[in-house]
């Protein structure tokens, strides 16, 4: 029985160590969205580039539409509404994407929602960029994650990259994700 209780132990003493370890791997925060209220960390060898309410990170060159890249922003809502509807409106806004079913997040201690999408890429004007991204008919893969911060603001990542690179790029998205600490924005 004692060695039974041992292995307990261990096991979650090694369970633990495992959470506390992947923490430390998480750098601090060199990104801050003073106008989305977030800071994050950023993906080495992109370019952060602040927009209204949040900031994208992309490699440079890149084509937003096929990533790889993120864009993170906070959006003030009309009305008050809780986590599950704002998954709805999510899902009736990208419907193009097939968003999946929700499961459940926990991002610097508030509940959030991802949900992963793929699609088909379409060059918008025809013509298929000549750098790092997805080719014409080629599936993007992608990760809608959504936080509501407080009944009439959301939180929103969107992350793409085409389906051959993202293998490479879901730890790299995990880790900014992992990263963020929401804040008040300044008006």
Not at 43 to 65: E, Q, S, W
Not at 68 to 82: C, H, I, N
Not at 145 to 153: A, G, R, S
Request: aromatic fraction near 8%; include cysteine.
């Amino acid at each position: 029985m004692a060695f039974r209780w041992a292995i307990v132990m261990m096991t979650i003493l090694a369970w633990m160590a495992a959470g506390c370890a992947r923490q430390a791997e998480i750098p601090p925060a060199d990104v801050h969205s003073e106008s989305g209220g977030f800071s994050l960390v950023s993906i080495p060898g992109y370019t952060v580039t602040h927009i209204p309410n949040g900031v994208t990170l992309y490699p440079d060159p890149y084509d937003p539409a096929s990533g790889p890249g993120m864009v993170l922003v906070v959006t003030a809502l009309e009305a008050p509404v809780d986590l599950e509807q704002a998954a709805v409106v999510a899902q009736k806004r990208y419907s193009a994407d097939g968003l999946s079913t929700p499961t459940t997040i926990n991002i610097d201690g508030q509940p959030g929602l991802q949900m992963d999408f793929t699609n088909e890429y379409h060059a918008d004007d025809g013509v298929v960029r000549d750098f790092y991204g997805a080719g014409e008919g080629e599936t993007i893969r992608g990760r809608l994650v959504l936080v509501l911060l407080d009944p009439q603001t959301l939180f929103e990542a969107r992350m793409l990259a085409p389906e051959q690179q993202w293998k490479k790029m879901i730890p790299l998205y995990t880790t900014v994700i992992e990263s963020l600490q929401f804040n008040a924005a300044e008006d």
